[in-house]
């Protein structure tokens, strides 16, 4: 079993960066992709993006995101990273990290973005 806890949200003006964390307890963390999703007001959970196991690939929900947002993780720390630039209105949302194909969630972090 993994439990995830998010931190790093809260309020920014557009344009400026925030670095989200996720940590994990639990030994298995380094065989689980891990990934993050958002939810904003009113719409469904979406996925922003995930990395493999190992770290050596990343994917984005698309190629603005990737220019704009980096995923990491140190495997050593057993935490994952959103670091997220160049943030805009519609980045508002509660951010949620993920073990890939479990069931294992945190409990979100809230980012604001003030234009």
């Known amino acids: 079993q993994v439990q995830l806890v998010e931190s790093g949200g809260g309020l920014v003006q557009a344009g400026g960066s925030l670095r989200l964390s996720c940590a994990a307890s639990?030994?298995?963390?380094?065989?689980?992709?891990m990934a993050w999703f958002r939810r904003a007001p009113g719409k469904e959970r979406e996925f922003v993006a995930r990395i493999t196991s190992d770290g050596d690939r990343t994917y984005y929900i698309d190629s603005s995101m990737r220019g704009r947002f980096t995923i990491s993780r140190d495997n050593a720390k057993i935490t994952v990273y959103l670091q997220m630039n160049s943030l805009k209105p519609e980045d508002t949302a509660v951010y949620y990290c993920n073990a890939v194909g479990t069931p294992y969630w945190g409990q979100g972090t809230q980012v604001t973005v003030a234009s």
């Open positions: 639990g030994r298995s963390f380094s065989s689980y992709g």
